[in-house]
């Protein structure tokens, strides 16, 4: 579905959003109005530039969007704080992570907007492995990681993008009954911020960007 002058594309105020989230760990922040995926849009820019920086992009609209199993999501516009973030994870000694810790990012993300969502607006929210945020057993975000492998034999770059619902009440027909959304209001940037890097500074596991 394509914005409408009833229904237009959300507007987060890119040049507000990006100075409250300048203090973020982040090397870019880009804020759009609208795209197909924001996993696929910081994925092929991550592609095109390395991924040598940890960067993000932030939609209030995503027409495309893509959950587990490659099953389409769509939420109208203004309805979702949908944000991608990509990076390359290594050690503290500097090496690539090894493969089997990078599925650990989804959890870390859903972790982060699990706090997000606690401190932002104090709902009781909670991960549902592996990839899930629920707020009173329905569903309150997604998370859903891509893996980057670049040329040359450097590190892989990881996209790892969440979309939380903000005012979405009912989901589009058919869905499975055990599936509901939870509508948590709130404004964008205190969220966005508090799912940056800095808010993963309290895990145990030993991680550079």
Excluded at 23 to 28: E, L, M, P, Y
Excluded at 43 to 65: I, K, P, Y
Aim: charged share 15%; proline share 10%.
């Amino acid at each position: 579905m394509d914005p409408t002058a009833q229904e237009p594309a959300a507007d987060f105020h890119a040049d507000q959003l990006q100075a409250a989230l300048a203090d973020s760990g982040f090397s870019s922040v880009t804020v759009l109005d609208q795209v197909d995926s924001t996993n696929v849009w910081l994925a092929d820019r991550v592609m095109q530039t390395g991924g040598t920086e940890l960067s993000a992009v932030v939609t209030g609209f995503q027409s495309a969007g893509k959950g587990r199993l490659d099953r389409q999501w769509f939420t109208p516009p203004g309805v979702a704080l949908t944000f991608s973030v990509a990076c390359t994870p290594r050690t503290a000694a500097g090496a690539p992570w090894p493969m089997e810790y990078v599925p650990w990012l989804t959890l870390l993300l859903a972790h982060s907007v699990t706090r997000a969502v606690r401190d932002t607006v104090g709902v009781p929210a909670v991960i549902k492995w592996p990839n899930d945020v629920l707020v009173d057993s329905r569903k309150l975000c997604g998370v859903l990681a891509s893996l980057i492998n670049h040329s040359g034999g450097s590190a892989p770059s990881v996209v790892v993008g969440a979309g939380l619902n903000v005012s979405q009440r009912h989901l589009p027909s058919p869905r499975p009954r055990r599936c509901a959304s939870r509508p948590v209001t709130t404004p964008p940037s205190p969220t966005v911020r508090r799912c940056s890097p800095r808010s993963c500074e309290s895990s145990p596991a030993a991680i550079t960007w």
